[in-house]
């Protein structure tokens, strides 16, 4: 029998996509899981400096968090935790993890190659405390002096309990990763691990090239959970060491916390991806891509465009000036009232009382993007359609006839245009503005400083509107981290507009969780006389 050591990091790798938030039914079913299954170790978090914004509980791993994880399994897995070693001095480690010995067996480090002294000298310390190390060697795929790394440790061998190589792009090749371990085993004495990335789908490969080449410690998380594309999953690696154990494993007990997780991946979208697969293969850092695709606000070729250094065309550079007109020249009257639309359900439930109302008080729609354009595809209202950066690719060429007449126009960012499609029903009615910008915006890497509100209020601005009713800004449950950028940027955006513009009043008519003005659309029907139009 050979005993492989499974390290499971899914608490600590996930936390990148939930702000390291989880809920207590979902961890207590998680490490119920890791107890049924042949794991030596289980990485509950960070333990971190405290910063500025909001993190959750396993960033920080307050003491009575791991007290609460320990009493769900007492004679489980031991626990192990990592620091952001680019953030700890030897200083800080006294202050982080005195109080945490007798429940935490391992502290691990990632630590950049070229800082190795940095993270020797906190091994030093740590085995001093009582703890088992680990360093995890970031960036494999890159070239640097692996030689040199590794005799540095092994001159201070004594203050490490285990290296793993971290293929922090996801860009390595089964016979990278055997040839660095086989290295590896050549200049040490200590157990050799792996930590893979699946951008290009080879973290189960590239893992079983670090155990043929005389690795025995694996990273892996429950259904390959982890920022950017993931890992090696660790149902899937636990199976395989069974096998060759000659031993057979019932993944029953872990169905439950499979299916919770599996619902999570549905939502953030971790896995080999074609951007991911492109970041890797040009050994691009993860974290941009993740928030490109997370966003669901770009479609993968303008991902992709951006991975390869192509941003999208503008209007500002020429190329589309012939079939993008000023708004100035919108065939809308000045101060016409407008309903702008947000991507929220209540859009769904009212949709006909919208309509209603709309034509009670001669209102014009704008919808910010293409989430709900189905819904009004038939219906005999006066629209415009906002299309940041590519959203236009989420429209098909059906969908474009079906609005063709109804549709007063579309407006585009004068900074940031991709394009419309050379239709009939579009021809003529693509018209470009200045989008409204909160203070302090940062660029957005793909569409410049436009977001959807911003630009459905320019077109109120520029008409000489003072009168906005919003629809469908719902908000954003705040449980979801991956979401709130956008509410807090939609905020931000209508705090600009009632600072410079307070002429203009803004009024949502459905529920929101934003801070404006509200009321009830159906108290401004029943006011109007025409709830039963």
């Keep these: 029998m050979v005993n492989w050591n499974i390290l499971d990091c899914t608490l600590r790798d996930g936390g990148y996509y939930t702000n390291w938030d989880f809920s207590d039914d979902l961890v207590a079913s998680y490490l119920k899981a890791m107890a049924s299954m042949p794991i030596s170790f289980i990485e509950l978090g960070y333990r971190d400096i405290p910063g500025q914004g909001y993190l959750g509980a396993y960033r920080y791993l307050p003491r009575n968090v791991i007290e609460k994880?320990?009493?769900?399994?007492?004679?489980?897995?031991?626990?192990?935790?990592?620091?952001?070693?680019?953030?700890?001095?030897?200083?800080?480690?006294?202050?982080?993890?005195?109080?945490?010995?007798?429940?935490?067996?391992?502290?691990?480090?990632?630590?950049?190659?070229?800082?190795?002294?940095?993270?020797?000298?906190?091994?030093?310390?740590?085995?001093?405390?009582?703890?088992?190390?680990?360093?995890?060697?970031?960036?494999?795929?890159?070239?640097?002096?692996?030689?040199?790394?590794?005799?540095?440790?092994?001159?201070?061998?004594?203050?490490?309990?285990?290296?793993?190589?971290?293929?922090?792009?996801?860009?390595?090749?089964?016979?990278?990763?055997?040839?660095?371990?086989?290295?590896?085993?050549?200049?040490l004495n200590v157990p050799i691990g792996f930590h893979g990335h699946d951008n290009i789908s080879l973290a189960f490969a590239n893992s079983l090239a670090a155990i043929k080449a005389g690795g025995t410690v694996v990273d892996s998380t429950i259904l390959g959970m982890g920022r950017g594309a993931g890992n090696l999953r660790t149902e899937l690696i636990s199976s395989y060491f069974s096998h060759l154990n000659n031993e057979v494993i019932d993944l029953f007990p872990a169905a439950e916390a499979l299916d919770l997780f599996d619902q999570m991946k549905s939502e953030f979208r971790w896995g080999a991806e074609l951007p991911y697969i492109v970041a890797g293969l040009n050994s691009l850092p993860q974290?941009?891509?993740?928030?490109?695709?997370?966003?669901?606000?770009?479609?993968?070729?303008?991902?992709?465009?951006?991975?390869?250094?192509?941003?999208?065309?503008?209007?500002?550079?020429?190329?589309?000036?012939?079939?993008?007109?000023?708004?100035?020249?919108?065939?809308?009257?000045?101060?016409?009232?407008?309903?702008?639309?947000?991507?929220?359900?209540?859009?769904?439930?009212?949709?006909?009382?919208?309509?209603?109302?709309?034509?009670?008080?001669?209102?014009?729609i704008i919808h910010v993007s293409s989430r709900h354009l189905s819904l009004f595809e038939e219906k005999d209202c006066d629209q415009i359609v906002c299309l940041v950066g590519d959203e236009h690719e989420k429209i098909d060429e059906l969908q474009f006839e079906n609005l063709g007449e109804k549709t007063i126009g579309f407006v585009v960012d004068a900074e940031c245009y991709f394009g419309l499609p050379d239709i009939s029903s579009v021809s003529g009615k693509t018209y470009c503005t200045s989008s409204i910008i909160p203070e302090g915006s940062e660029a957005d890497d793909i569409l410049g400083l436009a977001n959807p509100i911003g630009l459905a209020l320019a077109v109120v601005r520029d008409i000489k509107s003072t009168v906005v009713y919003l629809a469908g800004f719902d908000g954003y449950d705040e449980h979801k981290p991956k979401d709130m950028w956008l509410m807090e940027e939609t905020q931000a955006t209508l705090d600009v507009m009632e600072e410079k513009y307070p002429n203009i009043s803004i009024t949502s008519i459905t529920q929101t969780a934003y801070n404006v003005e509200k009321k009830s659309l159906y108290s401004l029907l029943f006011a109007s006389g025409n709830d039963k139009l």
């Design 69 to 187: 994880a320990r009493s769900v399994i007492p004679h489980g897995p031991d626990f192990a935790v990592m620091i952001d070693a680019k953030n700890v001095n030897v200083a800080d480690l006294q202050y982080l993890l005195t109080d945490c010995r007798d429940l935490v067996k391992m502290v691990r480090m990632a630590i950049d190659p070229s800082k190795i002294d940095h993270g020797i000298a906190l091994s030093r310390r740590l085995k001093e405390m009582g703890y088992k190390v680990g360093i995890n060697l970031m960036y494999l795929s890159q070239d640097y002096d692996k030689e040199k790394t590794l005799i540095t440790i092994a001159s201070n061998e004594e203050f490490v309990d285990f290296v793993s190589f971290v293929d922090s792009f996801g860009a390595c090749y089964p016979e990278d990763v055997e040839k660095t371990v086989e290295l590896a085993k050549s200049i």
């Design 287 to 364: 974290a941009e891509v993740m928030e490109w695709v997370g966003r669901n606000r770009y479609s993968t070729p303008a991902i992709v465009n951006k991975l390869r250094g192509q941003t999208g065309r503008s209007v500002a550079d020429g190329s589309h000036r012939t079939t993008a007109k000023s708004l100035s020249s919108m065939p809308i009257e000045t101060h016409t009232p407008f309903i702008i639309l947000g991507g929220g359900s209540s859009v769904e439930r009212h949709v006909d009382s919208l309509i209603k109302f709309a034509k009670a008080v001669g209102a014009v």
